[in-house]
């Protein structure tokens, strides 16, 4: 689920399946993970977060996993919907970040087919 | 309750002109953030207001100046435009000890 650079990693999948979306992070030191979920032409929407002392959490149709020892988090979409079509970003912060600054990957598009 | 709101949606600009984008926020939060998001790109941050009153540069705020106006406004000024600041602009805030950010719309600027 990295970025590389201008080309959007893209995941298709047949509407009713289950999605996993993959994002690699690189700084040990952070303590709070997040995804959102942005359509063409509008603000990135809030989908989920866990903190670093977690290792799962669960929403509506939605579940974060976040693996520390490797520095992987992943986004499942269980029963896809041509709705949940957009491209997905994570994001993390890093412990004791005063500002809560995030930092983004670079996205994967999601596509759903009907 | 609007969330955060963001204007113009859409700017065209000349190389060497000023704009001021502009950002509210109704939900009380403290902390307000801009971002620039290139295409194919996640977003980076320019800067942000940990509270009324303070600013602090982020990783791109070179080109930019910001004003925290009050708790709910957040302003992001260009005093001279550069076609590399061509961009989609997104303000966020959050409400602090919480961690979630929460966007805008958007603000489509095009520098000719």
């Known amino acids: 689920g990295e970025s590389v650079g201008l080309h959007l990693p893209t995941l298709s999948v047949q509407e009713g399946d289950n999605s996993i979306i993959n994002c690699a992070y690189s700084n040990s030191a952070s303590d709070y993970f997040i995804w959102y979920k942005q359509e063409s032409g509008k603000g990135p929407q809030f989908i989920i977060d866990?903190?670093?002392?977690?290792d799962k959490r669960q929403g509506q149709r939605v579940t974060v996993l976040l693996n520390k020892t490797v520095k992987h988090l992943s986004l499942q979409i269980a029963a896809t919907q041509p709705g949940d079509s957009a491209v997905y970003f994570c994001a993390e912060k890093e412990v004791g970040n005063a500002g809560n600054m995030l930092t983004f990957g670079g996205g994967t598009r999601l596509m759903v087919k009907p | 309750n609007a969330g955060v709101t963001q204007t113009p949606k859409f700017q065209v600009l000349k190389t060497g002109q000023s704009m001021t984008l502009q950002c509210a926020q109704d939900?009380?939060?403290?902390?307000m953030y801009w971002y620039r998001q290139d295409p194919g790109m996640g977003l980076r941050l320019i800067y942000y207001?940990?509270?009324?009153?303070?600013?602090d540069k982020g990783e791109v705020p070179n080109g930019y100046n910001v004003s925290r106006l009050n708790k709910r406004e957040f302003s992001l000024r260009l005093e001279s435009a550069a076609p590399s600041q061509t961009s989609v602009y997104f303000c966020?805030?959050?409400?602090?000890?919480?961690?979630?950010?929460?966007f805008g719309p958007g603000t489509r600027l095009l520098v000719l």
């Open positions: 207001s940990a509270s009324e009153g303070t600013t």
């Open positions: 866990i903190r670093s002392n977690m």
């Open positions: 939900m009380n939060h403290n902390s």
């Open positions: 966020a805030s959050r409400r602090r000890p919480l961690e979630t950010q929460y």
